[in-house]
């Protein structure tokens, strides 16, 4: 069998397309035909229960079934709908993950409503960053989908006209589709580097601007730095790829996702953000940049309990609103309650002069005493297990980005983050 590069191009790519072959025969073996028409090959994975397809795929429902440690009869007699179908997402994601790793499969698609799509995330999150991974559904985009279900790199295509039976318009949704995976993995070029990865949380450049001065010293230092836009799904990125113990470092210094998940906002990254670097014993270094905003859509009303607050419309997409003292030591504990659990050496920053560009003299959401309340609840909540920093001015100044940069170095010294590797050193 021909080996994938990591890099470079893939001329005929196999594709996992994953469905329940009983009731959506004919959209699946479109599917398979306009995969095949543009190059790649269709690998057919049938995921029903009670029925059986009017074609033979590679891996059946009694391999899939298998795969979850169970059989097909008792999948079926497990409950309900919702018992057998999450015994098949199992067992398709542990199916989908050995063909992976038996370089059998470059891509994924799947195909569903609810059911289809509920089994679908749980086989892109079992495939690594990097492997294409499509999911033609009839609630993409849906904010019935949580944060934490979506796979970093997964694209998603609204399945329009897919209720039942093929028809024109979901032949164009279904032949884009087929055609978007093939070519993703036909060009992929999978994440690599020599050199160690430290990951970096960030809202934007202008409102917390210290990896203007930390990127290019981590890199000097022989890292590759990764930054992560925390407007909802940057973050779930972060925590995806820290789970998978994919950073010999995390500088997570902008948790308004924290705040934002903790106030009932949809701009979240999930229940989990700040708390994956730690269980995977991930070293971190940690501040609050931004837990003083929470944001909200732009088109939804203000949220009752912000209706008086200082508002800004960044766009009309994305709203934001600061809080006040009380909610700011509700923020201070949970991210606190967050870093108890760390598996790892973890330091908390606490910058007492403002956590974003608009939180400091003469700025337009300064709060001298909203600040102050949020400075002295974390300086009592931060537990004993994690270093406590703090600097007398803002996160912007050139004084967080030393402290940053001093504690990381330590950590270095001390054996505890893993060397970077400079130009003309081979990687350890």
Known sequence: MMMREATGLTNDPRILVIGTGDTKADELLFMRERIEAVGGRAVMMDVSVLGDPPYRPEHDKHEVAAAAGTTIEAVAESGDENSAMTLMAEGAAGLARTLYGRGEIDGMIA???TMGTDLALDVALALPLGVPKFVVSTIAYSHLVPPDRIATDLMMILWAG????????????????CGAVVGAARAAVRPQTERPIVAMSSLGKSCLAYM?????ELERRGYEVVVFHTTGMGGRALEAIAAQRGFVAVMDFSLQEVANQLMGSVVNSGADRLENAGRAAIPQIVAPGAADMVDFPTWQPVPPRFAERPYHAHNRLLASVTSDGPTRREIARAIAGKLAGAAAPTAFILPAGGIQQWDQQGEPLYEPDALAAFVDEMRAAVPASVEMHEVAGHINDP???AKA???FDRWV???IVAPGVRK???AA
Request: glycine share 16%.
């Open 111 to 113: 195909l569903g409503g």
């Open 162 to 177: 897919g209720l039942y039976g093929l028809n024109s318009t979901c032949k164009a949704a279904l032949s884009q589709a």
């Open 212 to 216: 203007v001065t930390l990127k290019p």
């Open 399 to 401: 004084a967080f980005a």
């Open 405 to 407: 940069l001093e504690i």
């Open 413 to 415: 010294a001390e054996g």
């Open 424 to 426: 003309g050193e081979a």
